[in-house]
């Protein structure tokens, strides 16, 4: 059983779309990342949420934190071909000393 | 700063055969994660260190996976003998010390492609 689901697993959208990735538990966090993985590289940290109900904006890229501190979403607004990559939720559980990674999101953008 | 250095970046050995993989964390950094990930179970922690010392080392697969970090600035992940379910890439990450109020921000290496003939 994963300890985070991510949806939608893949997602293909044309340039100047928006779009919302999910990041969901049954289980409260700490704290939770967003990371951006591009085709043979390592993931890279977007940002990182602690508060319930906390928005966090990037530029194009709003994140949000839920309430209960279960759940968590990414928005991109009017996206472009170079936000396409995998983007992954990690979260760490309140004294667990590590992060659990969810499957990701595929996300393609075309031109 | 380098960021997080992994070697080889690839790897092609066949099965049986003994392989070693390198990381060097960010200096200043006192926590040193190894990672595998794979398409059908994405990104699994496999065994993390904190100040050299293994915490927790339950993602490990089997007893042919092997970590050991000797000192601040390297570790190794050694797999004896590999298999070709092993082929992954494996990613290294390391991150400073963390308060009660600090976050767990990880540093990624580039990985190593690993492939198990």
């Known amino acids: 059983t994963q300890l985070l689901e991510q949806s939608p697993q893949f997602l293909s959208i044309q340039e100047g779309e928006n779009l919302t990735v999910y990041c969901n538990s049954s289980?409260?966090?700490?704290?939770l990342q967003w990371y951006r993985q591009e085709p043979g590289e390592g993931p890279v940290l977007l940002v990182t949420?602690?508060?319930?109900?906390e928005v966090k904006k990037l530029k194009r890229l709003t994140f949000q934190f839920g309430d209960a501190r279960k759940d968590s979403s990414l928005h991109i607004t009017a996206a472009q071909p170079g936000d396409t990559g995998l983007y992954l939720c990690?979260?760490?559980?309140?004294?667990?000393?590590?992060?659990?990674f969810g499957d990701g999101t595929t996300l393609t953008v075309k031109p | 700063d380098a960021g997080v250095i992994q070697s080889p970046r690839h790897e092609v050995t066949e099965m049986g055969q003994e392989v070693t993989l390198r990381c060097k964390p960010i200096s200043g950094h006192d926590y040193l994660f190894w990672y595998r990930q794979t398409m059908m179970r994405g990104l699994e922690l496999l065994i993390y260190f904190n100040n050299n010392v293994p915490i927790d080392d339950s993602g490990m697969p089997e007893d042919r996976f092997s970590a050991k970090m000797p000192n601040a600035s390297f570790s190794t992940l050694k797999i004896q003998p590999s298999e070709p379910r092993d082929s992954a890439v494996y990613f290294c990450?390391?991150?400073?010390?963390?308060?009660?109020?600090?976050?767990?921000?990880?540093?990624f290496g580039p990985g190593t492609r690993l492939t198990v003939l």
């Open positions: 990690a979260g760490e559980v309140t004294n667990a000393g590590k992060s659990t």
């Open positions: 949420v602690v508060t319930g109900g």
């Open positions: 990450a390391s991150s400073r010390d963390r308060t009660a109020l600090s976050t767990d921000t990880q540093y």
């Open positions: 289980s409260v966090f700490s704290s």
